[in-house]
Structures are given as structure tokens and as C-alpha cells.
């Protein structure tokens, strides 16, 4: 009974107090634009500023039609409902969206699987960016990491031109249209006719 009585002893003995909290103010938080107008959420994902805008994938559904249809878009934003906008139209595969260079990247499918693609955040600057398999199957484009003024990513491409050789490589670009192969052991990939 001891023991008891000095753990019982011991937790009356702590005093509470009462301090005084520093003045803070709730961060304000504002819709800048509902891009579906109406009850249908847009689905906004994979924000990425780039020249004092911000970025994004969206759904917008077009209610209007006997059976509404939902498109994707890539859309910019400064901030405000005058200012957020439709870049491009897009997949519902568009996915892995950054920045490098002045210049916004992203995987979409094109038809053929999934492509690198480039955006100068216009609709006409946007386009596929690359394509080491010529169109004829899915690159499958993956690991993309941004380092200085260029990205590297894995990518399978046909080699020596020959369909029935695939392989998975590193490449690495400065977002020209120039492209550079990593791995030195074996015979960098040409541009598909």
C-alpha cells in the first residue's frame, strides 16, 4: 500500500497553468475558379508553377450533351477565375506532369501507349516530344527526375532500328528536341522514320 500512496502523493503534487497563446490568424483560402460549373467535382491533380503559373490536369464535363461526356485538359492558372484557362486537350491517361527548361512535360497516350510530351503552356506548342519506338508500341516512359536544365527518364526504344530488338535505357534531355542516351554500352537509339 506504500508504493501506492506515493504514486497517488506524487500526481497531486504537478500543477496546471495556464499560458497565454500568441495571436494567430487563419491562412485564407479561396476557390479561384470552379472549372466544371456545377455539382461535378473537375478532378484538379499534379499542380506545377512554371513563369509565375501554376499548372494542372482537369476534368471538364460537358452536361450539355444527350449523354454527358467528360474531356481532359491540361490548364494554367495565375491565381485568379479571369486568369485559369484551357492549355490543351488531353487524355485520361495524361499523368507525370514537370517542369524543365522553361517548358512543361508529361506522359500521355497518344493511341500507341504512353509518349513524352511537351507544352510551351499554348495549344499549338503542345505535342508529343519523343517517341524511340516509332509509333508502332508504347515507349512506357518512367523514373522521370529533374536535375539543372535537364531531365532523365527510362525508356524502352527499338534498336538498330529493328522491331524485334527492344530495349529499356536512360536518357536524358535539355527539352530541345535533342536527345541524349545515357548508357554507353550500347548503340544509342536513331529518331524513328
Not at 490568424?25 to 491533380?45: C, I, Q
Not at 527526375?145 to 531531365?151: A, E, H, L, P, Y
Not at 527518364?153 to 538498330?160: G, M, V
Not at 535533342?178 to 536513331?190: D, E, I, S, Y
Amino acid at each position: 500500500m506504500s508504493v501506492f500512496k506515493s504514486i497517488r502523493s506524487r500526481r497531486h503534487q504537478a500543477r496546471l497553468s495556464v499560458e497565454q497563446l500568441e495571436q494567430r490568424e487563419t491562412p485564407a483560402v479561396s476557390l479561384v475558379k470552379d472549372v466544371n460549373g456545377g455539382a461535378v467535382h473537375s478532378n484538379p491533380r499534379e499542380f506545377v508553377p512554371l513563369n509565375n503559373l501554376v499548372y494542372f490536369f482537369a476534368t471538364i464535363d460537358d452536361v450539355q450533351q444527350p449523354v454527358p461526356v467528360s474531356e481532359h485538359f491540361l490548364m494554367r492558372t495565375d491565381g485568379t477565375a479571369a486568369g485559369t484557362a484551357v492549355v490543351a486537350e488531353v487524355t485520361v491517361d495524361a499523368h507525370k506532369l514537370f517542369a524543365c527548361n522553361g517548358k512543361l512535360f508529361f506522359v500521355e497516350n497518344d493511341g500507341n501507349g504512353n509518349e513524352v510530351w511537351v507544352s510551351d503552356g499554348t495549344a499549338a506548342g503542345t505535342r508529343k516530344f519523343y517517341d524511340p519506338t516509332g509509333d508502332n508500341f508504347s515507349s512506357e516512359p518512367t523514373g522521370f527526375v529533374v536535375s539543372g536544365n535537364r531531365f532523365y527518364y527510362a525508356s524502352t526504344y527499338i534498336a538498330d532500328n529493328d522491331e524485334s530488338i527492344q530495349d529499356r535505357e536512360v536518357f536524358v534531355s535539355d527539352g530541345t528536341d535533342t536527345h541524349l542516351f545515357v548508357n554507353a554500352n550500347t548503340t544509342p537509339p536513331q529518331e524513328p522514320n
